[in-house]
C-alpha cells in the first residue's frame, strides 16, 4: 500500500472519531474519571491501612501519577472500538467491501485502527494538563522531553503489538463466529499482565523475569515507566527488540491464519 | 471476458434442531450438512453485454457472483475473468471490476459519500482530472450532486443506493456485477438506475452481471438470460425464447362486440382478465385449437386472437415448478 493511500484512510477514521461529539465526551470524562476515582480511592485505602510509605516502592503520589499515565497510555494502545472491528468484519460480511479493494485488508485496517486513536490523543492532552491541578503527584517529576519523546516512540510501537497481538484471535472469527469471550480474555490478560490494573513491581520477582519475554509487559507498564525516567537505555533497546520479535511473530501467525481463514469466508449478509 | 466452466460451490452448514436439549448437545457435538450451491454452471459474458442471472431465492445467483468477485473460493471449476483467477485477488484484477450489492452498504457510513469517493480515488489510484470529470458526469446523470456533502446514514434508500452505484463506478471497472441494484427502491429512482446502468454499459462497454427479482429490470436491461434452479443451469439465451422454450400456454384475447355479455364457459378455460369488452383466457397450449372453437361457439360478436405468456409469468412458473 502506498503511504499516501495509508495516510488518506488515517485521515478518514479521524474525521469518523470525531462525528459524535455527546460520545466523545462521555467516553473521555466518564471512562478517565470512572477509572482514576477507583484507583485512587483503593491506593488511598491500602496506604493509609498499610501505615507503609511505600508499597512495591512506589509511594502514593507515585502510584497516582503511574494510574493518572496508565489510564491514558492505554487508550492509545488499545484503540476505541477497535478490538473487534476484524472479527466483526469476518462475522457480519463486511469484509467483502474491503476484499474488493485492491489494497491489503490487514494494512487497511491497522490505518483505519490508527486514524481511530484522534479521540485518544485530546484526551491525552486534556487530562495531561487537568491531572496535575485534580491530583497530587511527586514533588520531583522525573518526566523530561526527552521522556516523553522516547515514550511517544515506544507507544506507536505499543499500539502495533497490541494489534498484533489480538489479530490472530480476531481472525479465529474465520471458524467461530463469535469471538468476543477471547477477545474479552485478551484483554483482561494483557491488561493484568501488562501492569494496567497493577504497577508490575508488585508482581514477584520471578514473574517480572518472566513477563520480560513475553508480550504484554511492553503494552502499559514499559511506556509508563519510560515517560517517568525509570528506564535505563539498555532495558529500553532491549524492551524494543522484544516487542519487535513479537509483532513479527504475531504478524506471521495472523498471516497463515487470515490465508487459511480466507478459504471458509462466505460473505454472509449479501 | 468473464468465463465460466463447470463452477460448483460446496458449503458445510450446522444443524440444530429447535429445544434446549438440542442446543446443550450442539455445545458438544454438532451435526453438520454438505449443500451444494451452485452445481456445474458453465457460461460467458461479453464486453458490453448485460447478462441476467435469474433464479428464485437460494437459486445460487449471489454465490456465483461471490465466485466471480473473488469473494469466495469455489469448490470446482474455472473461472477467467479479463485473464484473472478472481480467487487470487491480484491488485489489477480488482482495479478493473466493481461488485454492487442493493442490500450491503459500501460506503462509509457516518461520512459523507464525498469523502468516500476521494478515498475511493486514491484506492484505485484514478488522476484527478479523470476522476472529477467520471464524477460530475455521474453525479448529474442520478441528479445526486446537492446529496454529496451529507452523511451517508442521514440519506433516503434512493440516494444512497445511487452513491453506491457512483462510487462503485468511479474507477471506470471493465467488469461490473450488480446484485439486485434495484431492491426496496422507489418506481423513479429503479427507472434512473435503469437508465444509468445502460448510459454507462454504452459508455465504458463492460461485461456486466445482473441479479434482480424484478423482472423490470431484467426486460429494460439484458437481452441474454442464464435461468438457475436450485443451484442449476436450465437457460441461457436470448431473454424472448425464454417464452418459446418454456411456456406451457397460450393467452387468448376475446375482443366482443357487446360488452357484458358472457355466456356459460367449460369451468376449466381460465379466464384471466374480464375488461368488459374484452377477456382473457389463458390455456394450454395444445388446448388452444379446441378452445377457440368451443369461445367462438358461445360468444356471438367477438373477434379471437392468440398470443404468448409474458415472460414473468413464464419465469414465475417454471421456479414454482421447481419447489
Same mark, same amino acid.
Given at each position: 500500500?502506498?503511504?499516501?493511500?495509508?495516510?488518506?484512510i488515517?485521515?478518514?477514521?479521524?474525521?469518523?472519531?470525531?462525528?459524535?461529539?455527546?460520545d466523545f465526551?462521555?467516553?473521555?470524562?466518564?471512562?478517565f474519571?470512572?477509572?482514576?476515582?477507583?484507583?485512587?480511592?483503593?491506593?488511598?485505602?491500602?496506604?493509609?491501612?498499610?501505615a507503609?510509605?511505600?508499597?512495591?516502592?512506589?509511594?502514593?503520589?507515585e502510584?497516582?501519577?503511574?494510574?493518572?499515565?496508565?489510564?491514558?497510555?492505554a487508550k492509545?494502545?488499545?484503540?476505541?472500538?477497535?478490538?473487534?472491528g476484524?472479527?466483526?468484519?469476518?462475522?457480519k460480511?463486511?469484509?467483502?467491501?474491503?476484499q474488493l479493494?485492491?489494497?491489503?485488508?490487514?494494512?487497511?485496517?491497522?490505518?483505519?485502527?490508527?486514524?481511530s486513536?484522534?479521540?485518544?490523543?485530546?484526551q491525552?492532552?486534556i487530562?495531561g494538563?487537568?491531572?496535575?491541578?485534580i491530583f497530587?503527584?511527586?514533588?520531583?517529576?522525573?518526566?523530561?522531553?526527552?521522556?516523553?519523546?522516547?515514550?511517544?516512540?515506544?507507544?506507536?510501537?505499543?499500539?502495533?503489538?497490541?494489534f498484533?497481538?489480538?489479530?490472530?484471535?480476531?481472525?479465529v472469527?474465520?471458524?467461530?463466529?463469535?469471538?468476543?469471550?477471547?477477545?474479552?480474555?485478551?484483554?483482561?490478560?494483557?491488561?493484568?499482565?501488562?501492569?494496567?490494573?497493577?504497577?508490575?513491581?508488585?508482581?514477584?520477582?520471578?514473574?517480572?523475569?518472566?513477563?520480560?519475554?513475553?508480550?504484554?509487559?511492553?503494552?502499559?507498564?514499559?511506556?509508563?515507566?519510560?515517560?517517568t525516567?525509570?528506564?535505563?537505555?539498555q532495558?529500553?533497546?532491549?524492551?524494543?527488540?522484544?516487542?519487535?520479535?513479537?509483532?513479527?511473530?504475531?504478524?506471521?501467525c495472523?498471516?497463515l491464519?487470515?490465508?487459511?481463514?480466507?478459504k471458509?469466508?462466505?460473505?454472509?449478509?449479501i | 471476458?468473464?468465463?465460466?466452466?463447470?463452477?460448483?460451490k460446496?458449503?458445510?452448514?450446522h444443524?440444530?434442531?429447535?429445544?434446549?436439549?438440542a442446543?446443550?448437545k450442539?455445545?458438544?457435538?454438532?451435526?453438520?450438512?454438505?449443500?451444494?450451491?451452485?452445481?456445474?454452471?458453465?457460461?460467458h459474458?461479453?464486453?458490453?453485454?448485460?447478462?441476467?442471472?435469474i433464479?428464485?431465492?437460494?437459486?445460487?445467483?449471489?454465490?456465483?457472483?461471490?465466485?466471480l468477485?473473488?469473494?469466495?473460493?469455489?469448490?470446482?471449476?474455472?473461472?477467467?475473468?479479463?485473464?484473472f483467477?478472481?480467487w487470487?485477488r491480484?491488485?489489477?484484477?480488482?482495479?478493473?471490476?466493481?461488485?454492487?450489492?442493493?442490500?450491503?452498504?459500501?460506503?462509509?457510513w457516518?461520512?459523507?459519500?464525498?469523502?468516500?469517493?476521494?478515498?475511493?480515488?486514491?484506492?484505485?489510484?484514478?488522476?484527478?482530472?479523470?476522476?472529477?470529470?467520471?464524477?460530475?458526469?455521474?453525479?448529474d446523470m442520478?441528479?445526486?450532486?446537492?446529496?454529496? +456533502? $451529507?452523511?451517508?446514514?442521514? &440519506? !433516503?434508500? #434512493?440516494e444512497?443506493?445511487?452513491?453506491e452505484? *457512483?462510487?462503485?463506478?468511479?474507477?471506470?471497472?471493465?467488469?461490473?456485477?450488480?446484485?439486485?441494484p434495484?431492491?426496496?427502491l422507489?418506481?423513479?429512482?429503479?427507472?434512473?438506475i435503469?437508465?444509468?446502468?445502460?448510459?454507462?454499459?454504452?459508455t465504458?462497454?463492460p461485461?456486466?452481471?445482473?441479479?434482480?427479482?424484478?423482472?423490470?429490470d431484467?426486460?429494460?436491461?439484458?437481452k441474454?438470460?442464464?435461468i438457475?434452479?436450485?443451484?442449476q443451469?436450465?437457460?441461457?439465451?436470448?431473454?424472448q425464447?425464454?417464452?418459446k422454450q418454456?411456456s406451457?400456454?397460450?393467452?387468448?384475447?376475446?375482443k366482443?362486440?357487446?360488452?357484458?355479455?358472457?355466456?356459460q364457459?367449460?369451468p376449466?378455460?381460465?379466464?384471466?382478465?374480464?375488461?368488459?369488452d374484452?377477456?382473457?383466457?389463458?390455456?394450454?397450449?395444445?388446448?388452444?385449437?379446441?378452445v377457440?372453437?368451443?369461445?367462438?361457439? +358461445? $360468444?356471438?360478436?367477438?373477434? &379471437? !386472437?392468440v #398470443?404468448?405468456?409474458?415472460t414473468?409469468?413464464v *419465469?414465475?412458473?417454471?421456479?414454482s415448478?421447481?419447489?
Open positions: 500500500m502506498i503511504p499516501r493511500l495509508f495516510f488518506k488515517v485521515n478518514l477514521e479521524l474525521r469518523k472519531g470525531m462525528s459524535y461529539r455527546v465526551w462521555v467516553n473521555a470524562i466518564v471512562s474519571f470512572a477509572a482514576m476515582g477507583v484507583m485512587y480511592f483503593l491506593w488511598d485505602s491500602i496506604f493509609t491501612a498499610s507503609q510509605g511505600r508499597i512495591g516502592g512506589y509511594t502514593l503520589e502510584m497516582i501519577l503511574y494510574y493518572v499515565l496508565v489510564i491514558l497510555i492509545l494502545v488499545r484503540g476505541p472500538n477497535q478490538m473487534v476484524i472479527a466483526d468484519d469476518i462475522y460480511g463486511s469484509l467483502t467491501k474491503y479493494f485492491p489494497t491489503p485488508y490487514l494494512v487497511f485496517k491497522y490505518a483505519e485502527h490508527l486514524g486513536l484522534l479521540p485518544a490523543i485530546i491525552l492532552v487530562f494538563i487537568l491531572s496535575p491541578l497530587k503527584f511527586p514533588d520531583a517529576m522525573t518526566i523530561t522531553p526527552i521522556t516523553i519523546l522516547t515514550c511517544i516512540n515506544v507507544v506507536m510501537l505499543a499500539n502495533l503489538l497490541f498484533a497481538l489480538s489479530l490472530p484471535l480476531q481472525l472469527a474465520f471458524w467461530a463466529d463469535n469471538v468476543w469471550s477471547l477477545i474479552v480474555m485478551n484483554h483482561f490478560i494483557s491488561g493484568l499482565l501488562g501492569g494496567a490494573m497493577l504497577p508490575l513491581e508488585l508482581f514477584p520477582d520471578w514473574a517480572v523475569s518472566l513477563l520480560a519475554y513475553t508480550p504484554f509487559a511492553y503494552l502499559y507498564h514499559f511506556p509508563v515507566r519510560i515517560l525516567g525509570h528506564i535505563g537505555h532495558q529500553l533497546w532491549m524492551g524494543i527488540g522484544v516487542m519487535s520479535c513479537w509483532i513479527l511473530l504475531l504478524a506471521a495472523s498471516w491464519i487470515w490465508k487459511a481463514g480466507n471458509r469466508y462466505t460473505g454472509v449478509g | 471476458m468473464i468465463h465460466v466452466q463447470n463452477l460448483r460446496e458449503f458445510t452448514v444443524q440444530k434442531p429447535p429445544g434446549l436439549l442446543s446443550m450442539s455445545l458438544f457435538v454438532r451435526d453438520t450438512i454438505t449443500k451444494v450451491a451452485v452445481k456445474d454452471v458453465s457460461f459474458v461479453d464486453k458490453g453485454e448485460i447478462l441476467g442471472l433464479g428464485a431465492n437460494g437459486a445460487g445467483k449471489t454465490t456465483i457472483v461471490k465466485m468477485s473473488g469473494i469466495i473460493h469455489p469448490t470446482s471449476g474455472s473461472i477467467d475473468v479479463l485473464g483467477n478472481p487470487q491480484q491488485h489489477n484484477f480488482c482495479k478493473q471490476i466493481a461488485l454492487i450489492m442493493g442490500q450491503k452498504a459500501q460506503l462509509w457516518d461520512l459523507p459519500a464525498a469523502d468516500g469517493f476521494l478515498l475511493l480515488r486514491e484506492i484505485y489510484q484514478v488522476p484527478p482530472k479523470e476522476h472529477q470529470e467520471m464524477l460530475d458526469f455521474m453525479l442520478l441528479d445526486v450532486r446537492d446529496e454529496v +456533502n $451529507i452523511q451517508i446514514r442521514r &440519506l !433516503s434508500l #434512493g444512497r443506493m445511487k452513491m452505484l *457512483i462510487a462503485a463506478l468511479l474507477h471506470k471497472p471493465q467488469v461490473v456485477y450488480l446484485d439486485e434495484t431492491i426496496g422507489d418506481l423513479s429512482a429503479q427507472r434512473a435503469r437508465k444509468f446502468i445502460l448510459e454507462y454499459r454504452d465504458v462497454q461485461a456486466m452481471i445482473l441479479t434482480s427479482h424484478y423482472m423490470e431484467i426486460e429494460r436491461l439484458c441474454r438470460v442464464v438457475l434452479l436450485n443451484g443451469f436450465v437457460y441461457d439465451g436470448p431473454l425464447d425464454v417464452v418454456f406451457t400456454h397460450k393467452i387468448i384475447t376475446v366482443m362486440h357487446t360488452p357484458g355479455n358472457i355466456p364457459l367449460d376449466k378455460i381460465e379466464l384471466l382478465e374480464d375488461n368488459g374484452e377477456l382473457k383466457f389463458k390455456v394450454k397450449t395444445e388446448e388452444v385449437g379446441a377457440s372453437q368451443h369461445l367462438l361457439a +358461445n $360468444i356471438c360478436g367477438a373477434d &379471437l !386472437s #398470443g404468448e405468456v409474458n414473468a409469468d *419465469i414465475e412458473t417454471i421456479f415448478d421447481s419447489i
